[in-house]
């Protein structure tokens, strides 16, 4: 076996759609090949929806919400669903993380990291569903007057490439654990552990009509899903130009939106930093998943007055990250996901040397003839960013490290802050108060304080600005699936007699 080729393959899902508990090709009987980033090579046929098949899964989710049981079954049961597909991820994680390998290039590492962390989602809106309560308002009458929360609805959700099922677990467990059905169009890049969810959720026994499964592009599937008016709510992640298209979509049916759309993410080293730990972080910042992560910390800022000395010791690892297919198990750094994207990374590489930074590492495709038919870059580090270009403001999503420097806390709190993408943000300080008063100046969704990239199912996750709208994740991440209704309930009632008084009323 030539060793470009996995030495195992992993169980694949079943190359259907899932619409009202059937699992089918697709109308028009088109398909789709999903490739593996870091070889070009085919790793299932799936069906390519058309609009036919969006159409009736999103009759089988309005249907399943407005007639079947699953929004009226008590949050007990919907809680013991959770967990028993968090148990199934849990036995599955093997399988699951070679899927995703596959499919995205990430390592297995990261995989299985990101399985642990899916079963633990759906674990926690088992909990918050358990334990939500809602409230006795106190209403000056003799009167009752609750709020309640109620499922939202059918629920559209998109998905990106860069963590398929991670997204796609923020938003359907606490959809599920709401009571919402839903219809989810992972990106056609990457549907394959969207597809075994699917199998897995019926599998629990959820039922038929509650999770629906389209594949296809974004304008031939993703548009109609969030344009139909029988959506109550599109909860979307990926990027800013489409995320605005779908806001546009949501508001011609005030639908409900959530948004989550990645960020420029400044990581700032402050002149009393701890010079190990931020160079260590600073690599784990960029480099996670080749730097396709929403909250990639590339662009790293620096006090001048230790610029040197963390610039030296970033750029001795970095000559050492492995390069490597995600599934060998010493592979540090994959492939970025299409050629498309690699030529994006490139552009910014190139863009970044013409606004007057210097490449000090990497830039170019790996040599090894292994690497020939992915899509590998190798980890880039750039210095001397000037402040005011296109790079210092856009995202790359790639493994790229562009470094800036500066004079003092108030010029890095000042620069980091020149971004509208507000999503997340690290500081790093040996003196807690130093940094704690700069994290509260930073207008970010997340601060983090001496670490980088740490996300819990417990705390909100999203951004300030154009990086999005709403929170996934947290007690807000279950209030998206929510309504909340006002109940009132008069104790003493009494005719008030305002209307159609008789003239010899007083
Ligand atoms: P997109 O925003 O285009 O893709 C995200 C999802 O939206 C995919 O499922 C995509 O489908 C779908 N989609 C695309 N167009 C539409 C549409 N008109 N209506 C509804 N759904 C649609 O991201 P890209 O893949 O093009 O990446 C572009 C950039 O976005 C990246 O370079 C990166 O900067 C950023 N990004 C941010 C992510 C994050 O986590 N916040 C994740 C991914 C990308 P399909 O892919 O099948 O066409």
Redesign the pocket.
Known sequence: MPDTEPPRAPRLPRAALQIGGRFTEARDGATRDTLDPASGATVLTVPEAGAADVDAALSAARTAFDDGPWPRTPVQDRARLLERVADAIDAETEELAWLETLDTGKTLVESRADMDQIAQVFRYYAAEARTARGDVNPVPTDALSLTVHEPVGVVAM??????PLLQASWKIAPALAAGCTFVI?????TPLTTLRIGEMLQEAGLPDGVANVVL????AV??P??EDPRVDLIS????????R??ARAAAENVARVAL???GKNPNLVLADADLDLASDQALNAVYYHAGQV?SAGSRLLVDRSVADALTERIVDRVGRIRIGFGWEEATELGPVISPE?LE?VQGYVALAQEEGATLVAGGGRPSDPRFAQGTFLEPTVLTGLPHDGRVARE?I?GPVLTIETFDGDAEGIRLASATRTGLAAGIFSRDAARAMRAARRLRFGTVWLNDFHPYFPEAPWGGFGESGIGRELGRTGLAEYQEEKHLYWNLDPEPVGWFGKRDDDA
Do not use: M
């Not at 296809?216 to 304008?219: E, K, Q």
């Not at 979307?236 to 995320?243: K, M, S």
């Open positions: 998109i998905t990106p490439w860069n963590y169009k992972p990106s056609e890049l296809g592009g974004g304008a993703g548009a899903l969030t979307f992640t990926g990027g800013i130009v489409t995320g298209r779908i989550e759309l990645g929403c994207h994006k995202e999503f």
